[in-house]
């Protein structure tokens, strides 16, 4: 029983941190991408 406990919490903490890592991507890359839109809104003007 504990075993597998172990196990499911194993799997949750995995798919948790790939989340969080996907978010930590999509947030950096809109930074990103705000930073070129900034740029973009200089140039233009």
């Given at each position: ?7 499911r919490q194993?799997?949750i903490s ?32």
């Open positions: 029983m504990r075993k597998a406990l172990v196990k194993n799997n995995k798919l948790e941190r790939d989340i969080l890592i996907i978010i930590f991507r999509i947030k950096r890359r809109n930074v990103k991408l705000g930073h070129v839109r900034n740029w973009l809104d200089l140039f233009g003007k």
